[in-house]
């Protein structure tokens, strides 16, 4: 099945978007097919963009494992070499995907994912340090986020976390309020893992619009919420333009029909709380919040913890027994688990228990401030570049970068896409999102380093591809 979002300005300002829905399999006009084309396209050896043309083209695929097994300093130099071709993150170049927190940090989080290399969370009781880990992160992580009486769980990152929250969602209204057929409401702009929940548990979605300043529109969602509302979701930044929805409003609209609400604080749950302590106030968004029921903060992001950590935390735990699954049905004892995992490393686990401790309230603040001043000197430095804009007034560390119409003069228009190529053409990486297309930047505390040679660079390539039309758009997320 294909969706597709048409992207419209009604007279109100507000961005709706039309979603068509094609049951066919094969669509030649989405981004699907144009990031196919640019994936084959790319054997250019300077663009990052070409890792995969790249990685297959230069080396044979082996169609089945070598039966002598290799020597292992010839495995770890194949995969070194393999690495070579990704992203340069860790010089700051990567706007997404990975969080550098520093040598210092990186260093910490790696002894410790030595430690627990091989330990599994499964069983709690034969690894209570892992059970302590998590139930520590967890209470941390509700003190920052106003939740006294929260309660929650560690999953292995924002994908899962909001899985349980529209489980939990799902199953609550059903046991509550008897509903059997759940929909669940959300802003166009909240990421795409609450559809996949919605895809897996069986809710019907409704999506509304954003306002012309990219936060939900809440007429529309009053309009959307009704006695059918298992979930209404908010984001805490959104991803798409880093701003942040109007909670409070939102978590009324739910209670009043006593559905959920779920804040996806994938983003900003630790970076907001700390952003907040540095003096740069947000509206309440946590559990402050009367009506918000539970929250995602995912750790491997603005945690700066390495991948595979997030928490989902519940108003009470009450309310978090509606995403565990409690299973005595088979021969080998009772199966009793918190999230959509059986077994589960005890790496990042351990990994981000010690991040936190490491770094303390003072250190996030301190990577919290870091991160905000590049991301406003980065915001400071599109704004100067005729042509170009950040889409609506994000204050946090997202952006998405879009141009601004430049009248009759053809010559000067700049097309997003042909800018995110000729920058990925240096090295940096800007997911090439849309609708509308833009260029979407998570700004992090590793890219600091580097914002002066960004903004060169982006100045220097926005009047290299002015009057180019050859842009295309990138992809989110891939399967192989
Ligand atoms: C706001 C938001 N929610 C959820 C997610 C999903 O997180 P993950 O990629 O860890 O599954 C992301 C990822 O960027 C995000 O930005």
């Known amino acids: 099945m294909i969706v597709r979002h048409q992207l419209t300005y009604t007279t109100t300002g507000t961005h709706r978007y039309e979603e068509e829905v094609s049951p066919h399999a094969v669509d030649n006009t989405t981004n699907r097919s144009a990031n196919t084309r640019s994936v084959q396209r790319s054997a250019d050896p300077v663009s990052n963009r070409a890792v995969g043309s790249r990685f297959m083209t230069n080396r044979r695929t082996p169609t089945s494992l070598p039966i002598g097994g290799r020597p292992a300093y010839e495995v770890m130099a194949d995969l070194t ?3 070579s071709h990704d992203v340069k993150w860790a010089d700051g170049r990567t706007f997404g995907l990975v969080f550098d927190g520093g040598e210092d940090v990186r260093e910490v989080a790696e002894e410790a994912a030595r430690l627990f290399f091989h330990e599994n969370a499964l069983n709690t009781l ?5 059970g302590s880990i998590q139930s520590e992160i967890c209470s941390w992580t509700a003190d920052l986020l106003h939740g006294s009486g929260a309660a929650g769980f560690l999953t292995s990152g924002g994908t899962e976390s909001i899985l349980c929250a529209v489980l939990a969602a799902r199953d609550r209204a059903k046991v509550e309020r008897g509903l059997t057929d759940p929909v669940m409401v959300l802003p166009i702009s909240a990421h795409a893992a609450f559809h996949k929940g919605a895809h897996m548990f069986g809710l019907r979605t409704r999506t509304v619009p954003v306002t012309a300043d990219w936060t939900t529109d809440l007429d529309a969602m009053n309009d959307a919420v009704g006695p059918d ?11 798409p333009q880093g701003t942040v929805d109007p909670v409070r409003e939102v978590a009324t609209l739910a209670a009043n029909v006593g559905a959920s ?3 996806d604080a994938c983003m900003g749950g630790f970076v907001l709380p700390f952003a907040e302590m540095n003096g740069c106030t947000t509206q309440p968004w946590d559990f402050q919040v009367e009506g918000v029921t539970s929250i995602s903060a995912d750790l491997h992001k603005l945690g700066y913890a390495p991948k595979g950590a997030s928490v989902i935390l519940h108003r009470s735990r009450e309310l978090r027994k509606y995403q565990t699954f409690d299973f005595d049905g088979w021969l080998a004892g009772r199966y009793i688990t918190p999230n959509m995992q059986g ?6 686990m351990a990994a981000a228990w010690a991040v936190m401790q490491y770094l303390g309230i003072d250190g996030y603040r301190r990577l919290v401030n870091t991160t905000l001043e590049t991301a406003d000197s980065i915001r400071a430095g599109i704004r100067a570049i005729e042509g170009l804009r950040v889409l609506g007034d994000p204050v946090h560390h997202l952006l998405a970068m879009s141009t601004e119409p430049t009248g009759e003069d053809e ?11 000729a920058l990925a053409n240096l090295g940096w990486h800007l997911d090439r999102q849309g609708p509308p297309p833009s260029l979407h930047m998570t700004v992090s505390a590793g890219n600091a380093k580097v914002v002066d040679e960004f903004l060169t660079d982006l100045s220097a390539v926005a009047e290299q591809v002015r009057g180019v039309t050859a842009g295309e758009a990138g992809q989110y997320a891939t399967l192989e």
């Open 411 to 421: 010559t000067r228009r700049i097309d997003i896409f042909a800018l995110g190529e």
């Open 229 to 239: 509302t298992a979930l209404v979701v908010a984001s805490a930044p959104q991803y």
């Open 81 to 83: 070499d393999r690495r």
């Open 343 to 348: 077994t589960r490393s005890g790496l990042p």
């Open 126 to 130: 034969a690894f209570p340090s892992l």
């Open 261 to 263: 609400c779920h804040v």
